[in-house]
C-alpha cells in the first residue's frame, strides 16, 4: 500500500501536457490568493483583536474605489482562465486527419471496443503509440463516460446516439481505463486499460489475434443480407430507389426541407433508424426504419461499409 | 435572573404539550421543529457518509456490496442535499429571524409556514420510507435513462419524497418574499434591511423559480417509470441529455439555495464579532441578487462532457466565471469587515473564519471546474466531490453551526459552553481539511466518483479521507450534546450577550409570542456597532 502512492497522474497523450499547464495555471493562482487571504485573516483576527469589552471599532463605511478593483481583478483573472480553458477545449476537441477509427460500445457493464480492421476486444484497448486514434462510441443501455485519466479525455457515452473523442498516446505503457458516469451497480467494476504499443508491435498484435473480417466486410455482408442494395447502389453515378453510398460519407446532403446536412457517424445513424427524419432532397420518404432490427454492433459495421465507399 | 426566564412568559412557556407544538402557527415554534427534523435528517445522512468512508479504507469493496454502496451514496446525498441542506439556515434560523429581523410579528402566512413543515415531513417519510424499503441507487442526480428504466431499486417513492421537500421550499420562499415586502416595521427601507434578509430574499426568488422545474423532471422520470410514457428514454423515443438539462436547471441554483443564506448568516456573525458595520453594505447585497440571477445561467457547466455541442460549452464557461465575481466580492468585503475592528473570538466567529477559509478553497476550485480544457479530466472525479463539500459543508454547513451558536442565546435564553464551542469549531476544521483536501489530490489523479472498488495506488490518500471524516463526525456529535444540555443547564443568556444590533436582540430572549411588546421604529441603518456612527464617513 505505501509503496506505490502517486500524488500526480501519468501524462501520455499529446494533450495532457497542455492541460496540465494550465492546471499548474490555476493552482498557481488558487494557492496566491488563498494564501494571501489566509494570511490577512489571521493578521487581521491577531491585530484587531478585542483588548477590553467595551473597545469601538474605528468606524469606517465602504470604498467604491476599492469595490470596483476586488470586482474587475478577480473578473480579469477568470477571463484568462475562461479564454485559456475554452481554447484549449476547442484544439482539443478536433481529432487530427488519419486518425485510427475505433468504434466503442458500452454497455453495463463492460466497454466493447472494435478495431477497424476486425479485431475485437472488450475492456482492453490496444493502441500504437504516436498515432491519433478517434474513438466513436454509443451505449446499448443507460449513459456511460470513457475516461482515461493519464491521456486527459473524457466524454460521455449515450444510448441511440454517437459522441466521438480521441487520443494521441505518447508513451507505451499500461493505463487505467474508467468508466466515469454512474450506470449501476458494477459502475466501480466497468474498467480495463489501454495498452499503448509499439507501431511494430501494434502490427503484429492486429494480425496475431483472433483475426475476424474487417468491419466494413462485415457491414458489407450485412447490407446485402438486410436487402439495402435493393434501393442504395454502392456506386457514385446511376439512378436508383435510395441515394447513392458511394463516396457519400462526409460529404454535404441536401435535404427534402432545404437544410444541407453533412453526412457523418450521427447522420448515418440516424437515418438507418430513423429514415424519415432526414428525407434527401429528390427522393420518396419511402424507406423503412430498421429500428430493431439492427444492434449498436451491427451498426457500427453497417456505418463502416459506408464509410469505406469512399470514391 | 434564573427566576425571570421562568416567571416572564415567552414564546417557549406560553404553552404546553405535544399539540401545542405540532398546531402552532407561531414561526418559532415553527423554527424549532425544523431544527429538530433536519437535525435528524442530518445525522441519518451522516450515518450513510460513516458507511461509505469505512468501505473505502481498502479497495477492495469487501465491506458492504456494490449494490449496497450504491444506496449509500445516493442516500447520503439525497437526505443531505434535499432533507438538510435546502432547509438548512431558511428553515430554520430564516423561519425565526426573517420576522424578527424587520419588526413584524410572524410570517405573512403563519399558516402556510406550519403546512411548509408537514409537507416536508411526508417528503422525509416517503425519504426514509424508501430507505427502509430497500433505498435507492440511481445517485441523488437521477440521471435518466438508469433512473427511469435500468434501476431496480425505490426511484419513484424517492423522488416523490424529494418532490414534497422541494415543494415546502416553495411555501418557504413565497412566504419570505410576502412577508420581505408587506410586513416590514416603520422606517426599514430596503437599504436598513440586515444582510441576513438580503440573502433570504435572493434565495427565496431562486426556491419559487427554480423548484417547479426539478419538480417537473422528477413527475417525468416517475411518469416513464411508471406508465413507459418516452420522455428520457431513447428506446422509447426520448432524449436522456433532456432530464440533465431540467435537472440542472434548478439543481445549480439550488447550490445557491444552499449557500446563500450561509452567506447572510456570516454577514451577520462577522459585523457583530468585530463591532463593525458590514463593509460595502450595498455590495454586498447587491452581490446576493446578482448571483441568483446569474445563477440560473450557468446549468450547462454540468455538462461539458456529455455530448452538448461545444459551443454551448464555451458560453456556459463563460457565465460560471462571471459568477464567480460577486462570491469574490463577498470575501473581500467580510475580510475588510475586519479590517480595524475589535474582534472576539467566540465560537461563531471562529465558525466564521472557517467558512472564510474553506469557502475561499471552495470557490477557487469551482474555477477549475468552470475551466473547458480541465474540467475535461476532473469532471466526475473526487475532485469534484471535495469542491462542492468545500462549498457545501465548508461554507454552508460552517456558516450553519455559527449562525445556531450566535442566536442560541435568543433562541433558548441560555448559553452554550463557550469552551465546548470553541473546541469543537476547531476539530470540525481540521477533521473537514483531513477528509476532504486528499480528494482533491484524488480528483486529478483520475478516481472517480461513485466508485465502490478503486485501484490500489489510490489507497492512501482514502485512508487520509476516512480518518479525517471520523474526526468530522466527533466535532458534530459534541455541539450536538452540549446544546441540548444548555437548553437546561446553561447560564441564562440575557437579551442580548453579544450586544449585537439588529432587531432581534433589542427584544427579550427567548422572545415573547408576539416578538416585541410594541412594534419597533426604525431610524437608522443596521450594524451601528461603532459609537460615533453618525459621524461614520465614506471613504472614497
Known sequence: MWTDFPLFPERASTIAGGVDRLYFFLVAVGALFSIAIFITIFVFALRYRRRHEDQAAVPFHGSTTLEIVWSVIPLLITMVMFGWGASLYFQNSRAPDGAIEIYVVAKQWMWKLQHPEGAREINELHVPVGRPVRLIMTSQDVIHSFYIPAFRIKNDVLPNRFTTAWFEATKTGRYHLFCAEYCGTQHSGMGGSVVVMEPAEYEQWLSGGPVGESLAVAGERLFRRLGCTNCHSPETKGRTRGPLLGGLFGKPVPLLDGRIVTADEAYLRESILNPRAKVVAGYAPEMPTFQGQVTEENLVELIAYIKSLRR | ?540
Not at chain 2, 23 to 45: C, N, Q
Not at chain 2, 54 to 70: H, M, R
Not at chain 2, 313 to 318: A, D, I, K, L, N
Request: proline content about 5%; aromatic content about 16%.
Open chain 2, 1 to 540: 435572573m434564573e427566576a425571570s426566564l421562568e416567571r416572564r412568559e415567552h414564546y417557549l412557556n406560553v404553552s404546553y404539550g405535544i399539540k401545542s407544538w405540532l398546531l402552532t402557527t407561531d414561526h418559532k415554534r415553527i423554527a424549532l421543529l425544523y431544527l429538530a427534523t433536519i437535525t435528524l435528517f442530518f445525522f441519518v445522512g451522516g450515518a450513510f457518509a460513516v458507511l461509505m468512508r469505512l468501505e473505502l479504507i481498502t479497495p477492495k469493496g469487501d465491506l458492504v456490496s456494490a449494490e449496497t454502496y450504491n444506496k449509500l451514496f445516493t442516500m447520503h446525498g439525497v437526505m443531505m442535499i434535499f432533507f438538510f441542506l435546502s432547509p438548512s439556515v431558511p428553515a430554520t434560523l430564516g423561519n425565526f429571524l426573517v420576522p424578527m429581523m424587520i419588526g413584524a410579528r410572524d410570517l405573512a402566512f403563519p399558516r402556510i409556514n406550519l403546512l411548509s413543515w408537514y409537507v416536508f415531513i411526508f417528503g422525509g417519510v416517503l425519504g426514509l420510507g424508501a430507505a427502509a424499503m430497500g433505498g435507492v441507487d440511481t445517485g441523488w442526480t437521477f440521471y435518466t435513462p438508469y433512473s427511469s428504466t435500468y434501476s431496480n431499486s425505490a426511484v419513484v417513492l424517492t423522488a416523490v419524497g424529494a418532490f414534497f421537500a422541494g415543494f415546502s421550499s416553495i411555501l418557504t420562499g413565497l412566504n419570505f418574499i410576502v412577508t420581505i415586502h408587506k410586513m416590514r416595521a416603520p422606517g426599514l427601507q430596503w437599504f436598513r434591511l440586515p444582510l441576513f434578509i438580503w440573502a433570504h430574499y435572493a434565495t427565496s426568488l431562486i426556491m419559487i423559480l427554480g423548484t417547479p422545474v426539478v419538480a417537473i423532471a422528477i413527475v417525468l422520470v416517475a411518469l416513464e417509470r411508471l406508465f413507459r410514457i418516452g420522455i428520457f428514454d431513447p428506446n422509447l423515443g426520448g432524449d436522456p441529455v433532456l432530464f440533465q438539462h431540467l435537472f440542472w436547471f434548478y439543481s445549480h441554483p439550488a447550490v445557491y439555495i444552499m449557500i446563500l443564506p450561509a452567506m447572510g448568516v456570516i454577514s451577520e456573525i462577522v459585523a457583530c464579532f468585530s463591532r463593525r458595520r458590514v463593509f460595502g453594505y450595498r455590495f454586498v447585497a447587491f452581490a446576493s441578487l446578482s448571483i441568483a440571477v446569474i445563477g440560473f445561467l450557468v446549468w450547462g457547466h454540468h455538462m461539458f462532457v456529455s455530448g452538448q455541442s461545444i459551443y454551448a460549452g464555451m458560453v456556459f464557461s463563460f457565465l460560471s466565471f462571471l459568477v464567480a465575481v460577486p462570491s469574490a466580492v463577498k470575501v473581500f468585503n467580510w475580510m475588510a469587515t475586519m479590517y480595524k475592528g475589535a474582534i472576539s473570538y467566540h465560537t461563531p466567529m471562529l465558525y466564521a473564519f472557517g467558512f472564510l477559509g474553506l469557502f475561499t478553497v471552495g470557490g477557487l476550485t469551482g474555477l477549475f471546474l468552470a475551466t473547458l480544457a480541465v474540467d475535461v479530466h476532473v469532471h466526475d472525479t473526487y475532485f469534484i466531490v471535495a469542491h462542492f463539500h468545500y462549498i457545501m459543508v465548508g461554507g454552508t454547513v460552517m456558516a450553519y453551526m455559527g449562525g445556531i451558536h450566535f442566536w442560541w442565546p435568543k433562541i433558548t435564553g441560555r448559553l452554550y459552553p463557550e469552551a465546548w464551542g470553541r473546541f469543537s469549531a476547531l476539530i470540525v476544521f481540521l477533521g473537514f481539511n483531513l477528509t476532504f483536501f486528499p480528494q482533491f489530490l484524488l480528483g486529478y489523479l483520475g478516481m472517480p466518483r461513485r466508485y465502490h472498488a478503486y485501484p490500489e495506488e489510490f489507497q492512501v490518500l482514502n485512508v487520509m479521507s476516512s480518518a479525517g471524516a471520523s474526526i468530522l463526525g466527533i466535532g458534530y456529535l459534541i455541539p450536538m450534546i452540549y446544546l441540548i444540555w444548555s437548553m437546561r443547564y446553561g447560564k441564562p443568556a440575557g437579551d442580548n450577550p453579544w450586544r449585537a444590533t439588529g432587531l432581534e436582540w433589542q427584544t427579550s430572549s427567548p422572545p415573547p409570542t408576539e416578538n416585541f411588546e410594541e412594534t419597533p421604529l426604525v431610524t437608522a441603518p443596521p450594524y451601528a456597532y461603532a459609537k460615533e456612527e453618525e459621524e461614520a464617513t465614506v471613504v472614497h
